[in-house]
Structures are given as C-alpha cells and as structure tokens.
C-alpha cells in the first residue's frame, strides 16, 4: 500500500541557516505529493505541491522535487526564519488514498 | 472563496459524555474528511465522506460516527468519551473531481476530556 516515511524531529536550527527535512514515499500507482505546514495553535495548510515526476513545488522560499528514481520528495529552503518554525507534514494521494507522513517539528532560533 | 469552517473551536467535557463536532466545507467541494490529532499519535485519518456516503474508514471504534448532509456540511459524532479522545479534530475537504487530490484544512476543534 501507500506510504510516507518522513524524517522525524525534532529539528533545530539558527535563523538563516539551510534546511533539509527528507520525504520518501512508497507508492502503487501515480501519486501528487505534498508538505503541509502547521502553525501552532491552527489547522494544516499546504506549502507546496508536485503532481508528476520531475515536478518542482516552491512556495515562500521552499522548494520540493518529485524524483521518482529515488522516490523522495525532499524539503529544502535557503534561508530559514523564526517564522518559519511550525510542524511539516510530508503527503501523498492517490485518489481517493491520502497518506501523511508522522510530521517534523522544525524550531528556527534568532 | 471561504475556506473549511469548523465549530467549535474548543471544548471540554467529561468521560462518559458524547460530542458533536461540525464542519463546512469549502463551496463546491463534495468530499470531506475527518482526521484526529494527538501528540502521540500523530495525524490518524477517521473517515471521509462523499455525496453523503462514507467512502473510507480508518481503524477507530464505533463510538466514533459521522454523517455528510446534502450540502455537504459534514459533522462526526464521538460517544462515551474517553480521556485518549482528547485530541485535536481536523476536517479537510476536497473536489475530488480533480488528480491532485489536495485536501483543505480546517483549523480544526480541540477537544479536551476530563
């Protein structure tokens, strides 16, 4: 069946520094991916999608890759910011089959 | 467009009591689903509901129900609450009718049992 194995946290970092969370799935048919983002206090909303291999997803500075050969979907930013500090969910549907990684908790410190 | 609207945003009850939670769907979407949020847990999916049909159920007891309305407003119902229910409830809806499949989040209602 579906799946999503994503890197588990918590994960700490310095304001400006790269981010890296990792995103592996394991699929039957054709997935879209996804990371969602969720804020303290509110629901899950999405950051970003890919809906074909090859498929580059950016929003807000991040940015997602859909590789198919390594079935990964890793998220990246440049830069981060205290902003930026919130729980990251990694995602995958093959409709009507949604599937969510078990989140990242990312603190970004001044 | 307004988004997924979910009441109420927060409540307490007892062990034992039953509770309704409430969800409306963006306009148009005829697909919700519902999913509960627990520290330990994670994200755990309960059900989802389409044209007033339960399309999918994830691995939860009876005690937790729902029900879609021809508007597609949907409400999930927990009965003889236990303190593990304590979570936060998320509705997310969906057109269903495109590929992608991306779900909408409400902001989801926290429920606390004592």
């Known amino acids: 069946g579906n799946s999503v194995t994503q890197m588990e946290g918590p994960v700490t970092l310095s304001e400006e520094a790269f981010l890296t969370i990792n995103c592996t799935y394991t699929a039957t048919g054709y997935p879209s991916l996804f990371w969602y983002v969720q804020y303290p206090g509110e629901g899950l909303q999405l950051l970003l999608k890919a809906t074909k291999a090859d498929d580059k997803g950016s929003n807000k500075g991040f940015e997602a890759t859909y590789r198919k050969e390594t079935t990964s979907f890793h998220l990246e930013k440049g830069s981060v910011q205290v902003s930026d500090s919130a729980v990251y969910f990694c995602?995958?549907?093959?409709?009507?089959?949604?599937?969510f990684g078990a989140g990242t908790r990312l603190t970004v410190k001044p | 467009k307004a988004g997924v609207t979910q009441t109420p945003r927060y409540l307490i009850k007892t062990r034992g009591q039953q509770v309704t939670l409430s969800c409306s769907p963006i306009?148009?979407?005829?697909?919700v689903s519902w999913y509960q949020q627990t520290p330990g847990q994670g994200l755990q999916f309960l059900f989802e509901?389409?044209?007033?049909?339960?399309?999918n159920k994830g691995n939860f007891p009876g005690r937790f129900s729902g029900r879609q309305f021809s508007n597609s407003r949907s409400e999930m119902n927990v009965s003889t609450l236990e303190l593990g229910d304590s979570a936060l409830y998320l509705c997310?809806?969906?057109?269903?009718?495109?590929?992608?499949?991306?779900?909408?989040f409400g902001e989801g209602s926290r429920l606390t049992v004592l």
């Open positions: 997310a809806s969906s057109d269903r009718t495109g590929n992608t499949g991306e779900l909408f």
């Open positions: 995602a995958l549907s093959d409709v009507p089959d949604m599937r």
């Open positions: 509901y389409f044209s007033e049909t339960q399309r």
């Open positions: 306009s148009g979407h005829r697909s």
